[in-house]
């Protein structure tokens, strides 16, 4: 892999993102994130498009952006063409750095508003809204895809939707190699990186089940073809990945980092959204312990954030045994 991925004059260096992932990826988790560094960019949870043309983008905190955050690429879950040219106009207010469209999403109330994965099956709504989309930005334009449907000739719908992303001007597409109904169960199919790949002359940036360096140390063939790698759950478990990945040692407070965390949420959050936000943190940051389980009941059982606060501190600040590799199945 390259060390760095450049699109449209934009370097992402290295070449490793945080994907966008609903509820955990607002700006008071990118905070977090930048204060530890080593990406090349961070994703937005997918933004829908009515959301966003009522939201003060400079205040909202799923949009917001602090400069330290550094690059931050912003997920769009849209369905109708005819939004596009609004949706585009309110975002250029705060001067993308890239616009990504979401393709993935298998959840049924995004697939019922025609959004995610089910506006990949529609070939001719995905192609106005990425045609709509190139004419209004500039920057890199990118999209997050699934395999598709599970059915005997797959690949046919597939390389034809990463034809139609080069037709539209699309600079890089990012692929999560699982069908759209195994939502994160199996596992994500490294071996079909290559190929998916060689099917495109667009950068693919390969998302799902990537722990770490040791992922692809593993098994490095798999991953030759790709120009950028993607940590979801991961990067919640431990913001600190990135970083670790570049070599550097980051020092780690266990306590300390979650208490910056809740800080982070309590600054950007309106006070009835901060337990919440911190519940979703905690879930995956006590992966890190052996007896983690403990800290995550705390986290879904406490009334409120000073009970919480208690609990985490006292089961956070008692050293806690952590595990070597954490295991982020079942989190979704
Ligand atoms: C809680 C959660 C929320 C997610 N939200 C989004 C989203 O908003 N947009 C998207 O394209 N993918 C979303 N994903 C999928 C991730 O971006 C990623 O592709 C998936 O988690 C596999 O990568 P991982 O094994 O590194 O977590 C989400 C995943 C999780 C677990």
Known sequence: ???????????????????????????????????????????????????LLNENLRTSPAVKRRPQEGLVIYQLMISDPAQVPAVAGQLARISPCGIDLNCACPAPHIRAAGAG?????????????????RERFTGPLTAKIRLGKPQDNWQTPLRDRLRLFEDCGLDA?????????EKLRRRARHELLGELASWT???????????????????????????GLMLGRMAVVQPWLFAAWE?????????EIWLRYC???????????????VRAFTAYYARNFMFGHTLFSAAQSARDLATLREQATEFLGNSPAPVSTPCIDSLA
């Open 1 to 51: 892999m390259n060390p760095f991925l450049e699109i449209r004059g934009v370097r992402f260096s290295p070449p490793l993102f945080c994907a966008p992932m609903a509820g955990l990826t607002h700006s008071a988790f990118r905070r977090l994130l930048s204060d530890f560094g080593g990406y090349g960019a961070v994703f937005t949870e997918m933004l829908s498009g009515t959301w």
């Open 117 to 133: 994965s089910e506006l990949f099956e529609d070939r001719d709504r995905l192609a106005a809204i990425l045609t709509a989309l």
């Open 173 to 181: 597409v990012t692929v999560h190699p699982r069908f759209t109904s």
């Open 201 to 227: 002359r667009l950068p693919l940036i390969a998302s799902g089940d990537i722990l770490g360096p040791q992922t692809i140390h593993a098994r490095a063939h798999h991953f030759d073809a790709v120009a």
């Open 247 to 255: 070599g550097r040692k980051p020092a780690v407070d266990y306590l």
């Open 263 to 277: 800080q982070y949420a309590a600054e950007d959050f309106e006070p009835q959204y901060v337990l919440g936000r």
